[in-house]
């Protein structure tokens, strides 16, 4: 059986209790919290990996804090069982990005070779820095990394692979 874990994306993730109904913060884990508007079911994963859907109530912005209510979830003590557990949707209900902007999920697995066609390895991570993301390669047990820009990589999302110039020092 195929992973199920595979074909959702985790959007945010429930934290402590807010005030005595049943509010919880919410720690989005998106760039765009605003997917959370009108969402009235979720996927929760909790940290045993075990999942259930849940029906949403609302979910609030407090300033630059996010608080959701859960269906059914009408006490502090209830609503705190649900700590840490990881709301997703379906992979197919990603939020649509610009044609040259990727999610790291499509990223993470691909695999990366040169303009000649030598495969190079695997990314198995990606680094956030100002400047620009770094793409952490598996190359046959040995780490490379490579920063992820215009003029140094190209992603072919329909090909489902990365393909870098071959740069003096880069490889």
């Known amino acids: 059986m195929a992973d199920d874990n595979l074909d959702y994306i985790a959007i945010g993730r429930v934290s402590k ?4 109904r049943g509010e919880a913060f919410l720690v989005p884990l998106t760039d765009f919290p605003e997917r959370f508007k009108g969402l009235r079911m979720i996927r929760a994963e909790s940290p045993d990996g075990s999942h259930t859907d849940l029906d949403i109530d609302y979910v609030r912005q407090y300033g630059n804090r996010m608080g959701i209510k859960l269906r059914g979830v009408d006490t502090p003590e209830t609503v705190s069982q649900f700590r840490n557990y990881v709301l997703q949707v379906p992979r197919d ?5 610009p044609d040259d902007t990727f999610y790291v999920f499509e990223v993470i697995g691909m695999p990366v070779e040169t303009t000649s066609g030598d ?40 090909a489902g692979k ?9 490889l």
């Open 162 to 170: 990365i393909v870098v110039q071959e740069i003096d020092g880069l």
């Open 17 to 20: 209790p807010r005030g005595i």
């Open 119 to 158: 495969l190079i390895g695997k990314v198995v991570d990606i680094l956030s820095i100002p400047a620009n993301d770094v793409y952490v390669v598996d190359r046959n047990g040995e780490e490379l990394l490579l920063p992820a820009a215009r003029d140094v990589l190209t992603i072919d999302r329909d």
């Open 93 to 97: 209900d990603v939020h649509p990005l």
